[in-house]
């Protein structure tokens, strides 16, 4: 690109907008020029408002950013006036949620967000960018409802759903037909730090609230398709999927063991390559935040672990293990991804560039 995107954050100052901060600062396509959040924070330098809540450890705040002066989120024409597009880390009730980002796109300011609240809106993209590039092609009915000519929304998926979708997505001709998907989630999925969350220390928390719900329908959406005439995404009959979700003392990193059934009979070396040679558009396009290899498999039965394997290709690949046959089910996995590369900022600046190279994001 001659001229870099004007780029615009809202909610930058919470955990995931600092991701989006430190994951900008030097991106090749787009430019940070607007930071945005809460009226409470609204005039104050971005480097000054993060200074003792800063959460991304050993990365400063970058100094693109740090002297920029934080507007009001819910200021949408000064805001939207400033940018070619925003990125949504907003943390509002859903209702709201959904009330502002689409106010940003009648403001013909394109949304990539974070947030759950429009995910199964019938004809607001959700969007894993090796997965199901394709539905960004609902866009153009979206901007018939919404009266726009480039607004729009589009989402990324929930974070713990890309420790396992990957590896489905890459079986998809052996016809997975049930999952039982047990997630293991670090706490920074909560927005929070170990020292900040004191009740997970030495602790296991059995539930966390929404997640399996998102877990067990967000990827039949992802393997769903688009309806020309109901102009919606309809989502994917099968595989059935379960889960339960358990909040753990890491950081980063959402673990998860998995379960198939499926339709065919498909070897462990079949599986395997599967996993190996799955390539999206993503790689096809070599988009800046692509990973080159999207999806690993290791073979030491002791990985993957968050330890070693959370930030293979810079957080944005899935690491896949212990694949072996199961009494109950047909095989059985043990997956990772990092929750706020991949599963977050990451996975949605992915889809930005997506959006960019296909032309549905452009300079205003």
Known sequence: MQEKLKV???????????????????????????????????????????????????????????????LDA?????????????????NLDKADTRKLEDEYAKHETPV?????AHRWTP?????????????????????????TKRGFVAVKPNCSIQSYTPAIAAWQKFEPTQVLACTYQAISGAGKTLETAPEIQNN???????????SEDEPLKIFGHIDPEKKEIVKAQS??????????????????????????????????????????????L??????????????????????????????????????????IFDWKFVGLSHNTARGAAGGAIELAELLTAKGYIEAK
């Open 286 to 327: 070599e988009l800046p935040s692509a990973p080159k290899q999207f999806i690993q498999y290791l073979t030491d039965d002791f990985r993957p672990q968050v330890r070693y394997d959370v930030n293979f290709e810079h957080g944005m690949g899935i690491s896949i293990g212990r694949l072996r046959p199961d009494k």
């Open 74 to 90: 819910e200021d949408v024409d000064q805001v939207a006036s400033q940018v070619d597009f925003v990125f949504s880390a907003i």
């Open 204 to 214: 296991v928390i059995p539930y966390i609230p929404g997640e399996e719900e998102k």
């Open 123 to 147: 004809d607001v993209p959700m969007v894993v960018p090796e997965i199901n590039p394709d539905h960004i092609e609902i866009i153009q009915a979206q901007r018939e409802r919404l009266g």
């Open 239 to 284: 595989p059935v999927i379960t889960s339960q979700c358990l909040r753990v003392p890491v950081l980063y990193g959402h673990t998860v063991a998995t379960f198939v059934n499926f339709k065919q009979n498909p070897s462990k070396e079949e599986l395997i390559k599967a996993l190996e040679d799955y390539r999206g558009l993503a790689q096809e």
């Open 8 to 70: 615009g954050i809202i909610g930058a100052t919470g955990m995931v907008g600092q991701r989006y901060v430190t994951l900008l600062a030097n991106h090749p396509w787009f430019e940070v020029t607007v930071v945005a959040a809460s009226k409470h924070s609204a005039g104050q330098k971005y480097g000054e408002s993060v200074k003792n809540r800063w959460k991304m450890g050993d990365t400063p705040v970058p100094e693109s950013v740090k002297n920029l002066t934080i």
């Open 112 to 116: 990539v967000s974070n947030n759950s």
